[in-house]
């Protein structure tokens, strides 16, 4: 048990090194990027949401993620899930961080009174082979955002940059339009039908 949590420990710190080599990478940057973005990132698509299962639809493109990351070729990307929050399947609501249901709190045996606090984001990453730039998904209460990080990619990772955002955006309107799942209880609600399809327009602008 000692030697997994010790493994547990390196692995975390690796990731932390290579997130600060790129926080260092687009510090230096000057570009012309969002003025609340640090240097060197920008949005890539942005779509607006009335309601998300943060947990539940990090699970989900986690998946779809770590199924990508031979893609084209092997070792292409490698996908990272920071430090989890609390609370994975507890929805955003469009006005609120909402709390538990009444039910689902019964359940537990806990106060239906209770409030859920969240941490700030939902995050997935996935890193570039060579280090140039890498992709970051965040999930807000508002909106799910898809950011390049990098003052420099190369011309292969903007190639590969677009087909993977593609697939991401195709997943996002698998969970928001799946008929087999009622609307409540789905993993996302778009704040309007074309939300996605609006974000995927401006991609090749990105």
């Known amino acids: 048990m000692k030697n997994s949590k010790t493994a547990l420990a390196l692995g975390d710190d690796w990731w932390n090194s290579l997130r600060g080599m790129f926080e260092n990478f687009t510090n230096g940057g000057n570009s012309g990027d969002d003025d609340h973005l640090p240097a060197g990132t920008s949005v890539i698509a942005s779509i607006p949401v009335k309601s998300l299962k943060p947990g539940g639809l990090r699970l989900f493109l986690m998946f779809y993620l770590m199924g990508e990351q031979n893609t084209p070729d092997k070792g292409s990307w490698k996908a990272h899930q920071p430090d989890s929050p609390p609370s ?33 984001s939902y995050v997935l990453e996935m890193f570039y082979k060579d280090a140039s730039a890498m992709i970051s998904i965040e999930l807000l209460p508002h909106e799910v955002q898809i950011k390049r990080c990098g003052s420099l990619p190369s011309t292969a990772y903007l190639m590969h940059e677009t087909v993977l955002v593609e697939g991401i955006l195709d997943e996002l309107a698998q969970c928001a339009f799946d008929d087999r799942v009622e609307e409540a209880n789905r993993l996302l609600i778009l704040s309007a039908p074309d939300s996605i399809d609006s974000a995927r327009s401006t991609l090749s602008f990105a």
């Open 88 to 120: 994975p399947m507890v929805p955003y609501s469009s006005s609120t961080i909402s709390s538990l249901d009444s039910d689902e709190i019964d359940e537990k045996g806990g106060d239906t009174e209770q409030s859920v606090e969240f941490d700030s």
